[in-house]
């Protein structure tokens, strides 16, 4: 199955990765990436980009040789409100936020306080795509979360890159989100999690999951560019006419 949509990738913004858009552009191309969203970490993190960084996304170009590249970020969910660390004053500067937990900034508790903010940035409305939900550092109630998701419209990503380098010991987790999610009606899309510009677009482990477990492909927003931008439209964001040619 190809999948034509990434929407997770760092650049050197975020300086734990190691590659620049232009690097990201020719592997995308290769592997015939589509659109890919640039999601470097929010501003809590030690090493993350000023808020700058990502209110200046508007000199980017949307399209490169055919390949679409999305405005967003990976925030961080910050406490049990839900609150996450990128100013709402500037949201208009994103095509897509992206946000999840991370040990600088939120850190691991228990399940209940975990399952209380995932739901509460779920609720928000601020929150498109909810990063690495299977991460065994931060236990959740799974069908609490995925339910809250199906029902405000936010999508749960499998990252790849769990099961390779960041976040091992996810597959359990990641298997029994994909299961809830497919019975409760939420949606999935797939990120490489790339730190660096050669792992963009390889969904070998979200691919292996889906398809053992049966998940419908009508819901996956790896598969095609115009299931992605109708999601992010119907979430509110506005049409991009520049990637009317992806469609």
Known sequence: MTYFVDTHSHTVASTHAYSTLHDYLPIARARGI???????????????????HFVNMRVLPRVVDGVGILRGIEANIKNEAGEIDFPERYFDCLDLVVAGFH??????????????????????GKVDIISHPGNPAYPIDITAVVAAAAEYDVALEINNSSFNH????????CRAI???????????????????AFTLGQFEHCHRLVTELEFPRERILATDPDKLLGFLERRGHPRIAEFDELR
């Open 178 to 196: 994909v299961a809830a999610a497919r019975d409760l009606g939420a949606w999935l899309t797939f990120g490489s999690d790339s730190h660096v």
């Open 103 to 124: 040990e600088p900034v939120f850190p691991p508790a228990d399940p209940a306080r975990h399952t209380t903010a995932m739901i509460n940035a779920i609720k928000s």
């Open 166 to 173: 960041s976040r091992r010991g996810s597959e359990d987790n």
């Open 34 to 52: 589509k659109l890919f969203a640039l999601t470097d970490h929010g501003p809590d993190m030690a090493d993350a980009p000023h808020y700058w």
